[in-house]
Each structure stands twice: as C-alpha cells, then as structure tokens.
C-alpha cells in the first residue's frame, strides 16, 4: 500500500519507503500509511461510482474527461446561485464571486500591516513602474484612486526583483504596534488598465487571484474574457488563498513578543514558516500545524497558543464544505481533496482546485495538475502519525518552546 501512497504522491522510491518506516518506528507502528492508501482507494471508488463509472475499468482519461464535465454542469449551477446573467462581462461574473466570498463566515479578523502604514511604504518605494501600467501621472493619484490592497496586488505583479526585495526589507522595521485586526477583503479592480494587467499575469501563472497576505486582501483579476469554470475557479481559489492568509496571520500573532518581530514577519511573507519538528527527515511547515489544529485533527493547546491566539484564529476554511453549501448538487466534491485514481502509474486527481485548474485553462489529459491533491494527501498522512500520543508530545513540546519563547532579561538590582 506505500507503493499506492508513493504513486499519488509523485514520490521517490525508495526514499518514500525509508521514510515511512521511519515514521512508523517514531508513531510506534500504527499502519497509518496503510489504513490511508485504503481509505483513499475506496472513497475514491464510491466517487467514481457517483460519476456513473465503473471503477473497476475506468481509465485515467476517462476520469478526467468525466470530472471536467462534471464541473462544466456545476458552474451553470454555480452562475445560477449567485445570480448572474447569460450575457454579461467576466468581471461582473467575478464581482458577484467576490460579493459571496464577503459574505462568508471567517471565524476571526486577520493580524495585518494598518494601510497607513503601508501607504507609507509604498510612497517611500516609488513604484514608478506600477504607475505607469496603471496609467497614473503621479504617486498621489494612484495612492487616491486604487485601495492600498489591489495598488500592492499591483506592485507584485508589475515591480523588479528589485524593487520587491526593497518592499520585503522595508518590513523588517515594522513592529506590533503597526499591525491590527481587519477582516479578509476580496477585490475586484475596475479601473480600465487593470484587465490588461490581469491577462498577462492569468497567462504566465495560470490563475487570476494575487494574494496580499500582510494587507489580508486577495484581488480577483478582472479577466477581459470569460472562461470555462471561471466562477467557480474563482471562488475555490479564493478559499485556498485565505486558508494561507489566516494561517499566516496566526503566525505573526505568536511573534509579537519577539524583538525581531519585523525580521521573522519578513521571512514569513517571502517563504512559508517552518517549524523546529521534523517528521520523516522533513521539517513540519507552520502551515501544517495550523491545518492539524484547524482541522479538528487535535485539541487546542491554550499553554501553547494563547494569550495571542485563540481557537478562532486556528479555524480552517474547507473548500470543498463552503462550495457544497452553495447547493446540494455540489456536495460530491465534500471530502474529495485528497483523493486520486492510478492508472497504471498515473494519478489523476479528484482534488476541485486541480479540476478546476484543469478546466479553467483547457489543460489536456497529459497537462493535468495534481498538486492541491498530492499537498492535501501528504499533509493527512502526516496528521495520522501526529494523532500517536508520543508524536503529538514531542509536536506540542516543540511548538511551546519555538512559538511562544521565554524572555531572557539581565540580572539586574531592583
């Protein structure tokens, strides 16, 4: 069964399976890799049957072929529910994803920079190129025109290396006091530069959506065409996004007792944190643990966690939960995020984001993506050796003394 987990994983052998002992002898040998590889072949079964396959001889092509088209009938559906009409322009169809997105319960704010702040930032900056592709003549314009979340958006997507490294120093000198609690905002630009802006990046990168985590701001691209599953790529990307963000924003809540408070949030913002655990030779990434708490997977730990975060700030948003709640037609996709079929070799991924993906931008059989599946697959078998009573000790010991650290102070006479 490791040999199903290595496929769907893209995994090396036989590296994967020195890794999986490894883990087994650490957890005490709970077969968890063997109960998942199970799991993931039967609940995928039942899916393909769903689908009015056989999954006995279902090849990957026809898997495929069936999940696009299944796809294509749930963004009519989708367009449907959030009320938008036959003949409209993409960005109204993007708006009105937008607006749902609003509407969605986050649980908590987000920790993120006050925009003054980051105004400020940005004026010191002169991001002169982001000011001509917008069509501004000065930095007071654009600065009065655009929010301070999409004129960011902007800057990563237009701005040097340059420049981006003198934005990502710039924060080192930021402190606690410049941060504050604001809700998630979903932005689409209407300004008439902005779709052409929108184009070049969709067509480098494959997707619409630029995350401005330290704003807790993602900017929906106006698209200047629609698209196959536009909608509804729209909004599972979006969801994917603010998963990152709150994680994130849990991180730098932890850090403010540090005086490197604006080098560690520079760091975070450039590369995902880290952690001091390592399982299987690999360094658990903070995303994850944000994930295994937010998951309901273990107990909130207030020694470790609080007075800065509460349980709130670890709730996880499940994609495939909020699109099932736009209507029941969508509930197939509950509890698909992990899963994929082998076709010989080749896995094929029941993942909605890869679908979606997939559709949205007429990948091929051959192009198909599968990292949203391989990511949510290696992040559950993780989680089942972390739920081993000696792991999750040594996971909890290690969060407490890296997370929430004691501050040294000099001896001194009071």
Known sequence: MSRVLSALLGASEP???????QLERAAGLPSADIRLAVSVTQ???????????????????????????KLRKDEIRVRSVLDVKAD???????????????????????????????????????????????????????????SIGQLLAAC????????????????????????????????????????????????????????VPELGTIVILPMSRDLPGLALTTFVLALHELNDMRA?????????????????MRDAIEREPLTDVELGGNKLSWRAVHWFYGHGHAAYHPDVFEP?????????????????????????????ELLGLLDGDNAISLNILDVALGLCNGLAYTERTLHHMREALGRELFALYLHQ???????????????????QFDNQEL
């Not at 540090?258 to 560690?264: C, E, L, Q, S, T």
């Open 15 to 21: 590296a994967f399976r020195l890794q999986i002992q």
């Open 43 to 69: 609940a995928t079964k039942t899916k393909i049957r769903e689908l009015g396959l056989d999954p006995v001889d279902t090849t990957g092509p026809e898997l495929y072929a069936a999940l696009q088209a």
């Open 88 to 146: 409209v322009q993409p960005i109204d169809i993007l708006q009105s994803v937008g607006r749902r997105l609003s509407k969605l319960d986050q649980h908590s704010d987000l920790f993120v920079v006050k925009h003054a702040v980051m105004k400020q930032i940005i004026r010191k900056l002169k991001p002169k190129a982001t000011m001509k592709r917008l069509g501004y003549r000065s930095m007071d314009s654009m600065l009065k025109h655009e």
């Open 156 to 211: 990563q997507v237009t701005e040097s290396p340059d420049w981006q490294k003198a934005r990502l120093n710039a924060y080192k000198k930021l402190q606690p006091k410049d941060f504050e609690s604001k809700r998630a905002s979903f932005v689409v630009p209407t300004t008439k530069q902005w779709p052409k802006l929108a184009d070049s990046h969709a067509e480098l990168h494959k997707h619409h959506i630029v995350a």
């Open 248 to 264: 994130l924003s849990a991180y730098l809540k932890l850090q403010q007792v540090r005086p490197d408070f604006g080098a560690v």
């Open 308 to 336: 800065h975060v509460q349980p709130e700030d670890l709730a996880w948003h499940s994609v495939e939960a909020s699109v099932a709640q736009l209507h029941p037609v969508f509930e197939f996709w509950e509890e698909t």
């Open 389 to 407: 009573d000696n792991l999750h000790t040594m996971l909890v010991g290690s969060l407490d003394m890296q997370l929430a650290p004691q501050l």
